[in-house]
């Protein structure tokens, strides 16, 4: 493919105009045709996406290699590394969940409500696909094959913009996704990529209001907030998780010890990662040794506020900005609180209302908790990382969205329709 942000001989803008008005019109063609498809058939064309992804699979290590040399070189973070990875098992997992959409229930005219009125005429609310969803996220080759599988499933055209870091394997996984959907008789357009034209792509993709339904951003904060400024298509907010766990004084010391540990360790590059550690100062001396001697066990450095430090002289100072990072590492911000009080006004002021949790064997903290946490998941006793499409049952995910108009959470084949009202009549007329 010619790189046209490079190619001397092609005027950027007046190219950009046409060839990606004409990607996002063929995929707004194919959104019609995929409306119209069958489960039967939607289901064969995921099939065959997870058969080619198994096929093609040394290509498209390959190509990720590159990427990751790519990523070194530049300085890309552990944590985007580590997103951006793909090897075989990798891979393999990527099929097994496109496979998994297959078992869903294809969401694509269901009867959400109706009931006839007195005058004879039937009223249904059916869901119907959104049409064209955009997406644009950095580093994560699996949400190409996510996105495209679950809007597959849901009658849904996707257009693409995957990042400079992850685009050598983004364009092998967007020829397997074509190939695979045409293969089956199915439209490959309904797959499009605005990656040859980098940034000014994502821009045109931002805007093109006459082709694209819905966009969701997927990364890192400051992707988000950019795209919620920029777009004139309308935006599913998904949030970055600067995510906490409070150990109130009544938590048992095992399972504290266990699900900070796996809410941080298990794979801290992801959104649903543990990043802020509260605990009550009366459980503060019996829970932070075991707690954290745990964790930098496992290599994680913790950043302490003064009273953690004096009880583990090890942590390193918090700063003012540790409290609203996502750290994406083995980083891990502490402190200590007087009260449940301090830790709910604590996670006001910090959270980005991804997912919450308490550890506590106490029923009214647990259930005040719940009640007041304002975030897509709020947990009691469980460990941040079950926030996921997968773990939900949903299969693959959009996205966790942290908004809250449309969807809510993970982002699973629902969320990927609207609804349309279906009115039938016999010659009806209003009174």
Known sequence: ?????????????????????????????????????????????????????????????????????????????????????????????????????????????????????????????????????????????????????????????????????????????????????????????????????????????????????????RGSAALIRAVVDEATVPVIETGAGVVHMFLDQSAREDWSVDLVHNAKVQRPSVCNALETLLVHADAAERLLPPVLERLEASGVTVHGDERVRALHPSAVPTTDEDWATEHMSLDLSVGIVDSLDDALAHIRRYSTKHTESIITNDLGNAERFLDEVDAAAVMVNASTRFTDGAEFGFGAEVGISTQKLHARGPMGLPELTSTKWIVRGAGHVRA
Do not use: C, W
């Not at 080619?52 to 890309?76: F, M, P, W, Y």
């Not at 580093?139 to 809007?151: E, G, H, Q, W």
């Not at 990042?163 to 008789?185: F, K, P």
């Open 1 to 217: 493919m010619t790189d046209v942000r490079t190619d001397p001989a092609i005027d950027l803008e007046t190219h950009l105009a046409t060839v990606l008005d004409e990607r996002l019109a063929a995929a707004k063609e194919a959104s019609r045709r995929l409306a119209r498809a069958t489960t039967a058939e939607k289901d064969a064309a995921l099939q065959a996406i997870a058969d080619r992804l198994r096929a093609r699979v040394g290509e498209i290590v390959a190509a990720n290699a590159a990427d990751l040399e790519a990523g070194r070189t530049s300085g890309l973070g552990t944590g985007l590394l580590d997103r951006l990875t793909l090897d075989e098992r990798r891979i393999g997992a990527i099929a097994d969940a496109v496979l998994d959409v297959v078992a869903l229930t294809d969401p694509v005219g269901e009867t959400v409500s109706g009931r006839t009125l007195p005058n004879g005429v039937r009223i249904e609310q059916v869901r119907v696909p959104l049409g064209v969803v955009g997406a644009i996220y950095e580093a994560r080759p699996n949400v190409t094959v996510d996105i495209a599988a679950l809007a597959l499933k849901s009658g849904n055209a996707v257009a693409l913009r995957g990042g400079s870091a992850a685009e050598r394997t983004n364009a092998v996984l967007v020829d397997v996704l074509r190939e695979a959907i045409a293969s089956v008789g199915l439209p490959g357009d309904a797959v499009q990529t605005v990656d040859d034209f980098g940034r000014e792509g994502a821009r045109h993709l931002m805007r093109a209001r006459d082709h694209v339904d819905v966009l969701i951003p």
